[in-house]
C-alpha cells in the first residue's frame, strides 16, 4: 500500500504534462476566431484585370525618339545623343576654342618677355645712372684742370683712366663750339648775339660738357648761344 505524497516522481511529470498539453487546431480553422479565411473567400479561377493597364510596349511608336521629347522639354544634348556629324562637328568647335586660347597664351607670353627685358634694361640704366652721376662733377674739374695745363704726370694717368673706365660703364660725353643749338641737349646760359657766320642758332662756348647713358640725358650740355643775323 501507497502512503498519500509517496508517488513516484515520474508519476507526478506525467500529470502535469496531461495538464498543460493544448488541443491542436482543427484543419481549415481560420487562426483567429470570427475572421473569414482569405483563401477560400478566392475564387481560384479568377484572373487579373488588365483592362486599365495603360502600359504599352515601348518599341511601339517609333515616330518620336527619346532624344526628341528630351530636346522638346529643354533638357541638355548629351555626347551620347549626338550621331557622327554632331560629334565631328562638335569635336572641331573645342579644336577651335583651344588653338585659340593657345594662341592668345603665346602672346601673353611673348608681351610677357618683351616686359620683362625692358625692365631689366631700365634697371640696369637706373643703376648706372646712380653710380656715375656723381662722378659727372669730377670730371668737371679734370676738365677745367686740363684747360689751364694741370694735368700731367700721375694726375694725367689717373684722369685717362677714370675716364675710360665711365666711357665703358655706358656714360658718353657730347656737346662741342659749333654744334647746333638742341633745347634737349643743351642748356643756353646766355646769347652772345647775332654771329654772321651761323645760319642757324649754335654753340659757341662750352661751359661744361653734357653727359648722357644710351639716350637718357644725364646733364644738358651748358653752353653759349650766337644766333644767325636774320634771326
Not at 46 to 72: I, R
Not at 139 to 164: N, S
Not at 206 to 215: N, S
Request: with cysteine; aromatic share 4%; charged share 25%.
Amino acid at each position: 500500500m501507497t502512503e498519500p505524497g509517496s508517488a513516484s516522481f515520474g508519476d507526478a511529470a506525467g500529470e502535469m504534462a496531461n495538464e498543460t498539453e493544448v488541443e491542436a487546431p482543427q484543419e481549415g480553422a481560420s487562426a483567429s476566431a470570427g475572421q473569414p479565411d482569405a483563401a477560400s473567400d478566392t475564387p481560384s479561377d479568377a484572373k487579373p484585370d488588365t483592362a486599365g493597364d495603360t502600359t504599352t510596349d515601348p518599341g511601339a511608336d517609333d515616330s518620336t525618339s527619346g532624344v526628341d521629347n528630351w530636346l522638346e522639354e529643354g533638357g541638355p544634348l548629351e555626347p551620347q545623343d549626338l550621331d557622327d556629324n554632331g560629334v565631328a562637328a562638335s569635336a572641331e568647335v573645342q579644336l577651335a576654342e583651344r588653338t585659340a586660347d593657345l594662341q592668345r597664351l603665346q602672346a601673353e607670353y611673348a608681351n610677357y618677355r618683351k616686359r620683362v627685358d625692358r625692365d631689366r634694361q631700365l634697371i640696369a640704366e637706373n643703376a648706372t645712372y646712380r653710380v656715375l652721376a656723381p662722378i659727372i662733377e669730377v670730371l668737371d674739374t679734370i676738365d677745367r684742370a686740363r684747360e689751364h695745363g694741370d694735368v700731367d704726370g700721375g694726375f694725367k694717368a689717373v684722369a685717362d683712366q677714370l675716364e675710360g673706365v665711365v666711357a665703358n660703364l655706358g656714360l658718353t660725353r657730347f656737346g662741342a663750339p659749333g654744334d647746333p643749338f638742341d633745347p634737349n641737349l643743351h642748356e643756353a646760359l646766355s646769347h652772345l648775339g647775332a654771329d654772321p657766320e651761323v645760319s642757324v642758332a649754335t654753340c659757341k662756348h662750352i661751359a661744361k660738357a653734357g653727359y648722357k647713358i644710351g639716350d637718357r640725358v644725364v646733364r644738358a650740355a651748358q653752353v653759349l648761344v650766337v644766333d644767325p643775323v636774320d634771326a
